[in-house]
């Protein structure tokens, strides 16, 4: 499994982006795919996230209402929309997957493949 994160940079408080990871290897409907990021001194933070072939992601509530995730079946592509940026969301992003079961899948421990990370920078 392999995946590939870019999108990342330096904005301004408020700003948007869209993060893009490329996936190879894995097939949607058998893993957990998702996006975690962590900020200097923090722990990795599980943000949104697919389980298998399920159309309704999960959230993290720092994130809930300005971040969408998304997915192209066809393309293998994983994306996350990053709107309303905050200082806080600094971070380096990963786009990650794992063969997580239901009950498991909203934590940053099911993943276990992860990609090159990029860096999200909010200037406030």
């Known amino acids: 499994v392999q995946l590939q994160a870019s999108g990342g940079g330096l904005v301004q408080a408020g700003d948007s982006l869209r993060l893009s990871c490329v996936v190879r290897g894995l097939t949607f409907r058998n893993y957990a795919v998702g996006w975690l990021r962590q900020a200097p001194g923090k722990e990795r933070e599980l943000i949104a996230a697919?389980?298998?072939?399920?159309?309704?992601?999960y959230y993290a509530d720092s994130v809930k209402g300005r971040f969408t995730i998304s997915r192209d079946n066809a393309e293998n592509m994983l994306y996350l929309q990053l709107n309303s940026l905050r200082p806080e969301d600094t971070a380096v992003y990963y786009c990650?997957?794992?063969?997580?079961?239901?009950?498991?899948?909203?934590?940053?421990?099911?993943?276990?493949?992860w990609g090159q990370g990029t860096l999200v920078t909010v200037s406030s």
């Open positions: 697919f389980f298998r072939s399920d159309s309704t992601p």
């Open positions: 990650a997957a794992g063969r997580a079961i239901r009950s498991s899948y909203q934590s940053a421990s099911a993943y276990t493949s």
